[in-house]
């Protein structure tokens, strides 16, 4: 349940025509958005450019296996 809260807080927060109610909501969405962030990177989630089909890092090998993060600036 607390994941499926700070992925709905983060795709909110990055949408710049989502309107929060309150400068709380918009706050408590950051918070939420950045532990998501975390959350997913600490997976250390992965994939092999040979399954999706293509060159991911554009580094002219299709062989790679890419580590997949999240972040924002």
């Known amino acids: 349940m607390n994941q499926s809260d700070m992925t709905l807080a983060f795709e909110y927060y990055l949408n710049p025509n989502y309107n929060f109610s309150t400068d709380f909501q918009a706050q408590l969405a950051e918070y939420l958005s ?3 962030m975390e959350y ?33 600036d």
Do not use: C, H, K, R
């Open 40 to 72: 997913i990177n600490e997976q250390n989630l992965s994939v092999n450019e040979a399954d999706v089909g293509f060159d991911l890092n554009g580094d002219g090998d299709p062989d790679d296996t890419i580590a997949l993060t999240i972040e924002y």
């Open 34 to 36: 950045i532990a998501y």
